[in-house]
């Protein structure tokens, strides 16, 4: 396994993003909670947010345990977070 830097903490960020996921699905669908549309709305962006920083951190960590090099850092930055908005 590559990276390291951050003792693999960054792989907790994505988890974070999947449970508030998981908290929009089960406000939706089951009507597990009662948090309004705007509430709803802010839980997405945060989505968002949670995994641009889950790539940027992990391209961070590949870099500085010198597993990618400065060149390979940004072209697997740019193509991560190009995937990423799709």
Do not use: C, P
Not at 44 to 67: F, N, P, Q, Y
């Amino acid at each position: 396994m590559s990276g390291g830097a951050f003792n693999y903490n960054d792989y907790h960020i994505r988890g974070i993003a999947d449970q508030i996921e998981e908290i929009i699905r089960d406000n939706e669908e089951r009507g597990a909670y009662a948090y309004d549309a705007e509430t709803i709305s802010r839980f997405r962006e945060t989505v968002k947010l949670l995994h641009r920083a889950d790539v940027m951190v992990h391209r961070i960590d590949w870099l500085i345990s010198g597993d990618d090099g400065e060149d390979t850092f940004h072209r697997r930055l740019r193509e991560d977070l190009e995937r990423l908005e799709r």
